[in-house]
């Protein structure tokens, strides 16, 4: 059985988490998540908790088993704490700067590369523009 795949996935408090079918919905303090998991992966709702299960033990369903439930925690993450990633911008003269809510890269050219961040997506920079924070 797969090791990631039968461990349950903790709901915290403030998460609530629906089905219908195959469609599973997370909700909570930062938005919802909506996914459609393949039908040979059973997703079970407890108390507070979510346990994924599979049909057989081929090996298609094995790697699905423990990909459905990454996905799961994955979406439970996203709605309570949300992601952030940190980058390191690297090289002689490379820089970062926030221009607003938009990025500006000094990256190698003769001129400063503007990044505009989608929907939902924040720029920050950290380090004296040496580090970039998307979150």
């Given at each position: 059985m797969s090791r990631i795949g039968r461990m349950p996935v903790v709901l915290p408090k403030g998460v609530s988490v629906t089905q219908e079918d195959n469609r599973v919905t997370v909700q909570g303090p930062r938005g919802s998540l909506t996914r459609e998991f393949r039908p040979e992966m059973r997703v079970v709702l407890e108390d507070e908790e979510v346990r994924v299960e599979r049909c057989d033990d081929s090996r298609a369903n094995r790697a699905l088993h423990g990909l459905t439930r990454a996905l799961l925690a994955n979406m439970v993450v996203?709605?309570?704490?949300?992601?952030?990633?940190?980058?390191?911008?690297?090289?002689?003269?490379?820089?970062?700067?926030?221009?607003?809510?938009?990025?500006?890269?000094?990256?190698?050219?003769?001129?400063?590369?503007p990044v505009v961040p989608p929907e939902g997506i924040q720029f920050s920079t950290d380090n004296?523009?040496?580090?970039?924070?998307?979150?």
């Open positions: 996203g709605v309570t704490e949300g992601f952030r990633k940190r980058l390191v911008v690297e090289g002689v003269g490379y820089r970062a700067e926030q221009q607003g809510k938009n990025l500006s890269l000094q990256v190698g050219y003769s001129h400063m590369v004296g523009g040496r580090t970039i924070i998307v979150e």
